[in-house]
């Protein structure tokens, strides 16, 4: 950039040349003339000019002294210029600076401000700000993911303390879960609908909760597998999101009036990829995805929970049952027994008692199915009993017919080899036996074959007597097949009263890593933690005394490692209603209880991490407080050389005016007051414009730019212009105006120097 100078400066200074050259000048002359006894005339002078020709060369001295006056001035200029340019600059600067150190004092640390290469206060206070700004940014980040696994983790405790309070109801569990989900999450409304698949012709889901408004719902719905949104989540095994919900499709309403939500949820309670269940929920507005993750691990936990109660719902009963029906039939059996050693009681007196051998015939056809067939195995007799039994109305049907129409042709293989010792006069045969019916049907039995001898001691007959038990036959069926079941999806283990281990099921084994032998070989307090002794013998002695149990206890795979079971210890009494056996059934809840410890650990860390946090909030405090104290003494610095600045433009010869952007005079120095012959006090405060008369802007755009606010300036470049001082005289003017800008605050100077020259 080109340096710029003063021509009030460069005038000055030739005038000075000029007259000291004049000066010299006049003084040679009138030491020459006297020298040399002259007169002080014009021809006394041209005599000096003959006599000493030196006197040529002194005529230039003014032209010589005042061109050097120009030079030098034009030189000082210059530097004078320069030094108010960098002046000015600093100020600017500065008073930017200031504003942005203003705005990081009250907070403000999206403040921007530029600083110079050269401006290294500037650099390191931007570089404070930077800090500020990406601690407070980190601060705010690490609160929120805080908050979020704080949320989730007090949640997960709130669920799991209502699964457990709650796992004895199906109907109060799913209450509980969509009310405190919905609460939780901040939804609308919820519903719980439980896959109920009892009867393998009609699986269906029924809502057995409803939650809407911070209100109970009863609207009890049943949904047929695979319709609608529930039916397609269930088939699917996949979470089901909605963002924009039918009009009409939720009917549940508050009593405040009717509104649409506009984001569904539909998540499948499944566990080991078994569909139990589907909750749906609805909001306003969509889940965040720490809620959703939330959501997702709240549903595998209810499914675990559902499942576990299902199964302990139908084992509960299946053990009753059980137990019933073993009752039932040890009751059969002994009846059986005596009817069967008084039949072959008379079976040995008939001989010797053939009146009573007919009566008692008599009394067993009617209680009792009979036939009589010869060794070849052709029916010689049937009674009513066995018409009925068999599904056939008249004798004429049967007799004459051979035993193997009424046996099965699977059954046919052992039951020749038993036909064949009685025809030969063999021992006699006692079980079960399933026989034929007309229709197809199967008709169980507990069958007695006996041999009808003659007098010679040879076989006469064969006698078959039976009792009709198909609907027990049928029932044991039905619980071995609920039992084997129950062995592929729960731990099952039968201890005698002592705690031995008798028997045990695959799924136990495999869990503990056991095989048969090596687990008959260890009791019940063998299985468990030594520090779980004392509570299992506790437990042990209840179940004998006929109080069962249900609860939580730990176990030892034969490795040592351990595992989280929910048990149920039952105790089974035979006939004479003493222990007989304890059943275990158990299912693995390890996965769940380390899910548990796991949410107990978080949460202790996140109570370390808030420690953390509070200490660092404490030294960055620290750290604030010392930036904030040196902030004010920088602060106090700039004030110091805005001070020192004021002063220094207060002592410049050249008119100083700085007004803002309304044109408001904001200062006016010593040499301005003189210039204009009015104080300061009187323009501070005041428009610009009363320093000027009204028409001083008519035809000059220069002055006109300066003197309206709402006109750019022109600034730059120095225009001469005619000022009024106060008294009246007019002076010509150099002016130059400069603008500085600090944030959305500008000012503008203007630099007014005297060009009028008093020759006289």
């Given at each position: 950039m080109k340096s710029k100078y003063s021509s009030?400066?460069?005038?000055?200074?030739?005038?000075?040349?000029?007259?000291?050259?004049?000066?010299?000048?006049?003084?040679?002359?009138?030491?020459?003339?006297?020298?040399?006894?002259?007169?002080?005339?014009?021809?006394?002078?041209?005599?000096?000019?003959?006599?000493?020709?030196?006197?040529?060369?002194?005529?230039?001295?003014?032209?010589?002294?005042?061109?050097?006056?120009?030079?030098?001035?034009?030189?000082?200029?210059?530097?004078?210029?320069?030094?108010?340019?960098?002046?000015?600059?600093?100020?600017?600067?500065?008073?930017?600076?200031?504003?942005?150190?203003?705005?990081?004092r009250e907070g403000d640390v999206e403040a921007e401000y530029t600083p110079d290469d050269t401006d290294a206060l500037g650099k390191a206070i931007v570089s404070l700000r930077n800090d500020i700004r990406q601690s407070r940014l980190e601060e705010e980040k690490r609160k929120k993911e805080d908050e979020q696994r704080r949320w989730a983790a007090e949640g997960?405790?709130?669920?799991?303390?209502?699964?457990?309070?709650?796992?004895?109801?199906?109907?109060?569990?799913?209450?509980?879960?969509?009310?405190?989900?919905?609460?939780?999450?901040?939804?609308?409304?919820?519903?719980?609908?439980?896959?109920?698949?009892?009867?393998?012709?009609?699986?269906?889901?029924?809502?057995?909760?409803?939650?809407?408004?911070?209100?109970?719902?009863?609207a009890d719905r049943v949904i047929p597998w695979g319709d609608g949104l529930v039916g397609a989540c269930a088939l699917e095994k996949e979470k089901i999101i909605l963002k924009k919900v039918p009009d009409g499709y939720l009917s549940i309403t508050s009593g405040l009036g009717k509104a649409n939500p506009k984001f569904l949820m539909l998540i499948p309670l499944k566990m080991n990829d078994v569909v139990h269940g589907v909750i749906e929920l609805a909001s306003?507005?969509?889940?965040?995805?720490?809620?959703?993750?939330?959501?997702?691990?709240?549903?595998?936990?209810?499914?675990?929970?559902?499942?576990?109660?299902?199964?302990?719902?139908?084992?509960?009963?299946?053990?009753?049952?059980?137990?019933?029906?073993?009752?039932?039939?040890?009751?059969k059996e002994e009846q059986m027994r005596q009817n069967m050693e008084e039949l072959q009681a008379t079976q040995e007196e008939a001989s010797r008692q053939s009146a009573k051998f007919i009566s008692f015939s008599n009394s067993v056809n009617h209680t009792m199915i009979r036939a009589d067939f010869d060794v070849d195995g052709t029916l010689l007799y049937a009674n009513t009993k066995f018409l009925q039994k068999l599904e056939y109305s008249s004798n004429s049907e049967v007799e004459g017919k051979h035993i193997s129409m009424f046996i099965n042709k699977k059954d046919r293989t052992w039951f020749d080899d038993i036909w064949s010792t009685l025809s030969k006069g063999g021992k006699h045969f006692e079980g079960d036996m399933k026989l034929l019916t007309r229709n197809?049907?199967?008709?169980?039995?507990?069958?007695?074959?006996?041999?009808?001898?003659n007098e010679a001691g040879g076989v006469e007959k064969i006698l078959f007597l039976g009792i009709d038990t198909t609907d027990q036959k049928k029932l044991s069926l039905d619980y071995e097949g609920q039992i084997s079941a129950l062995n592929r999806s729960s731990i099952k283990a039968e201890f005698s009263p002592t705690g031995d281990l008798t028997e045990a099921n695959e799924k136990f084994l495999l869990t503990l890593s056991y095989n048969l032998n090596a687990a008959k070989e260890k009791s019940i307090f063998e299985f468990v933690p030594s520090s779980e002794r004392k509570n299992i013998e506790r437990v042990w002695d209840d179940v004998i005394h006929g109080i069962p149990y249900e609860g939580q206890f730990r176990m030892l795979t034969s490795n040592g490692d351990?595992?989280?079971?929910?048990?149920?210890?039952?105790?089974?009494?035979?006939?004479?209603?003493?222990?007989?056996?304890?059943?275990?059934?158990?299912?693995?809840?390890?996965?769940?209880?380390?899910?548990?410890?796991?949410?107990?650990?978080?949460?202790?860390?996140?109570?370390?991490?808030?420690?953390?946090?509070?200490?660092?909030?404490?030294?960055?405090?620290?750290?604030?407080?010392?930036?904030?104290?040196?902030?004010?003494?920088?602060?106090?610095?700039?004030e110091k050389v805005k001070i020192r600045n004021e002063k220094t433009l207060e002592g410049f010869l050249d008119a100083i005016i700085t007004t803002d952007h309304d044109g408001i005079v904001q200062f006016f120095n010593k040499a301005a007051e003189e210039l204009f012959e009015v104080k300061r006090e009187q323009v501070i405060g005041q428009s610009v414009r009363i320093l000027f008369p009204d028409n001083a802007a008519?035809?000059?755009?220069?002055?006109?730019?300066?003197?309206?606010?709402?006109?750019?300036?022109?600034?730059?470049?120095?225009?001469?212009?005619?000022?009024?001082?106060?008294?009246?005289?007019?002076?010509?003017?150099?002016?130059?105006?400069?603008?500085?800008?600090?944030?959305?605050?500008?000012?503008?100077?203007?630099?007014?120097q005297n060009i009028s020259v008093d020759l006289f």
């Open positions: 009030k400066y460069i005038v000055q200074g030739s005038l000075l040349g000029l007259t000291v050259g004049l000066v010299f000048l006049a003084i040679a002359y009138v030491i020459g003339v006297l020298t040399n006894d002259l007169a002080l005339t014009p021809g006394g002078i041209l005599d000096l000019h003959r006599i000493m020709p030196l006197f040529y060369i002194f005529d230039f001295l003014p032209i010589i002294l005042g061109a050097f006056g120009f030079f030098v001035y034009q030189k000082i200029s210059v530097r004078i210029n320069d030094f108010e340019t960098t002046l000015q600059e600093n100020i600017s600067r500065e008073r930017k600076l200031y504003r942005f150190v203003e705005k990081l997960m405790a709130l669920f799991g303390e209502i699964l457990r309070q709650n796992n004895d109801n199906i109907e109060e569990l799913t209450f509980q879960v969509i009310r405190n989900l919905v609460n939780y999450v901040g939804a609308n409304q919820a519903a719980f609908y439980l896959l109920e698949d009892d009867d393998e012709s009609d699986i269906h889901f029924r809502m057995t909760a409803c939650y809407a408004y911070e209100r109970r719902k009863y306003f507005n969509p889940f965040e995805k720490y809620q959703e993750e939330f959501i997702d691990k709240v549903s595998e936990s209810v499914a675990t929970t559902i499942a576990t109660v299902k199964i302990n719902i139908r084992t509960a009963k299946l053990l009753k049952e059980s137990r019933e029906q073993a009752e039932e039939l040890a009751l197809g049907n199967d008709l169980w039995t507990i069958a007695t074959f006996t041999c009808v001898r351990e595992r989280w079971f929910r048990c149920t210890f039952t105790a089974v009494n035979d006939m004479y209603e003493e222990v007989a056996k304890v059943i275990l059934i158990a299912n693995d809840i390890t996965r769940e209880k380390n899910m548990e410890f796991e949410t107990q650990r978080q949460t202790e860390q996140l109570k370390k991490q808030e420690e953390q946090l509070r200490q660092n909030e404490v030294e960055l405090n620290k750290k604030l407080r010392e930036a904030k104290e040196e902030v004010r003494n920088q602060f106090k610095e700039i008519e035809n000059d755009e220069f002055l006109d730019a300066y003197l309206d606010p709402n006109k750019e300036k022109i600034t730059g470049q120095r225009k001469e212009i005619t000022i009024l001082t106060k008294g009246g005289k007019e002076l010509p003017v150099l002016m130059l105006i400069t603008e500085a800008k600090v944030g959305r605050e500008i000012t503008y100077t203007a630099f007014i």
